[in-house]
């Protein structure tokens, strides 16, 4: 699957502009190509992409490819194998249509790797793999983790991201840490555990909690000793909205994440892409 992934961004990135870029997209859009499968037991291959380039894995991307099949027929509930360039996940659908993925092994790489916010207290973090590499630090008291605060936290994690960049900081093998993940209390308690905001890429804030971001903080809670394998963790994002995450412990070391949340299909298009208009294939994020 990494190979079609390859593929795809080669010989095939204007059908990821036009797709997801404006004017029929936007900054915050992943979009999700089905092809056939590597792993011939899996009953999808997903590549995934946003308004810059290729993603690594998607986790509340996967819950919309399972919600979509769902609603056009392909599956229903029950368990299925989807096979994605870091690996095979498998999705279990309730008959309510609560979805469940079984995430790849995530891990902490690193811990207490220092950054600077301009304007706020020093900090340091963790650097994981949830699916994607994820820089995760405890957003300070003086940055809100609140939806009227999101100008604000793009900003900061901005910054951390540029840092990180600028002084050759990676996730394992060179692997590029492009998602900022800040966490810190919920508002409510008897509804999380934790709330998170998290910059990706394309410098757009996610608006789910994230799944591969929740794998990469559920890797790095265990590693601290602060999860048990079985345990809950609930995980709100900036907008409220809750993942349900738990581990089982990886014998190679670092965890299998297992997140649950809910997708929704919410229209059915045909794209139309004439190359003789302007921007028939996106507006070019390097424009800006």
Same mark, same amino acid.
Request: with cysteine; net charge negative.
């Given at each position: 699957?990494?190979?079609?992934?390859?593929?795809?961004?080669?010989?095939?990135?204007?059908?990821?502009?036009?797709?997801?870029?404006?004017?029929?997209g936007h900054d915050a859009v992943v979009g999700a190509l089905l092809c056939k499968p590597?792993?011939?037991?899996?009953?999808? #291959?997903?590549?995934?992409?946003?308004?810059?380039?290729?993603?690594?894995?998607?986790?509340?991307?996967?819950?919309?490819?399972?919600?979509?099949?769902?609603?056009?027929?392909?599956?229903?509930?029950?368990?299925?194998?989807?096979?994605?360039?870091?690996?095979?996940?498998?999705?279990?659908?309730?008959?309510?249509?609560?979805?469940?993925?079984?995430?790849?092994?995530?891990?902490?790489?690193? +811990?207490?790797?220092?950054?600077?916010?301009?304007?706020?207290?020093?900090?340091?973090?963790?650097?994981?793999?949830?699916?994607?590499? !994820?820089?995760?630090?405890?957003?300070?008291?003086?940055?809100?983790?609140?939806?009227?605060? &999101?100008?604000?936290?793009?900003?900061?994690?901005?910054?951390?991201?540029?840092?990180?960049?600028?002084?050759?900081?990676?996730?394992?093998?060179? #692997?590029?840490?492009?998602? &900022?993940? !800040?966490?810190?209390?919920?508002?409510?308690?008897?509804?999380?555990?934790?709330?998170?905001?998290?910059?990706?890429? #394309?410098?757009?804030?996610?608006?789910?909690?994230?799944?591969?971001?929740?794998?990469?903080?559920?890797?790095?809670?265990?590693?601290?000793?602060?999860?048990?394998?079985?345990?809950?963790?609930?995980?709100?994002?900036?907008?409220?909205?809750?993942?349900?995450?738990?581990?089982?412990?990886?014998?190679?070391?670092?965890?299998?994440?297992?997140?649950?949340?809910?997708?929704?299909?919410?229209?059915?298009?045909?794209?139309?892409?004439?190359? +003789?208009?302007?921007?028939?294939?996106?507006?070019?994020?390097?424009? !800006?």
């Amino acid at each position: 699957m990494m190979e079609k992934r390859e593929t795809f961004a080669r010989e095939l990135d204007w059908l990821r502009t036009a797709a997801v870029c404006e004017p029929r997209g936007h900054d915050a859009v992943v979009g999700a190509l089905l092809c056939k499968p590597a792993n011939k037991t899996c009953v999808t #291959g997903i590549i995934f992409f946003n308004n810059v380039g290729m993603l690594n894995g998607c986790l509340h991307g996967t819950m919309g490819v399972a919600a979509t099949l769902l609603h056009m027929g392909r599956i229903g509930p029950g368990e299925w194998p989807f096979d994605t360039p870091t690996g095979v996940v498998t999705v279990s659908i309730t008959d309510t249509g609560r979805i469940t993925v079984q995430n790849v092994r995530s891990y902490r790489s690193q +811990s207490q790797v220092p950054v600077e916010i301009a304007g706020h207290e020093a900090l340091s973090g963790d650097i994981a793999w949830g699916g994607n590499w !994820f820089f995760l630090v405890e957003a300070p008291p003086s940055l809100p983790l609140h939806a009227s605060n &999101i100008e604000q936290l793009t900003h900061a994690a901005w910054q951390v991201r540029e840092q990180l960049t600028s002084k050759n900081i990676t996730g394992n093998d060179g #692997g590029e840490i492009d998602h &900022i993940e !800040f966490f810190g209390p919920p508002e409510d308690l008897s509804l999380a555990d934790s709330k998170n905001f998290v910059l990706c890429p #394309g410098k757009a804030y996610d608006r789910s909690p994230c799944g591969t971001g929740t794998s990469a903080k559920l890797a790095c809670l265990h590693a601290s000793g602060d999860l048990e394998e079985g345990s809950l963790w609930r995980q709100a994002g900036i907008l409220n909205t809750v993942f349900e995450g738990s581990i089982t412990i990886a014998r190679e070391g670092g965890v299998y994440p297992t997140v649950s949340g809910s997708a929704y299909v919410t229209a059915e298009a045909d794209l139309i892409i004439d190359p +003789s208009k302007p921007f028939a294939y996106g507006i070019p994020t390097n424009l !800006f």
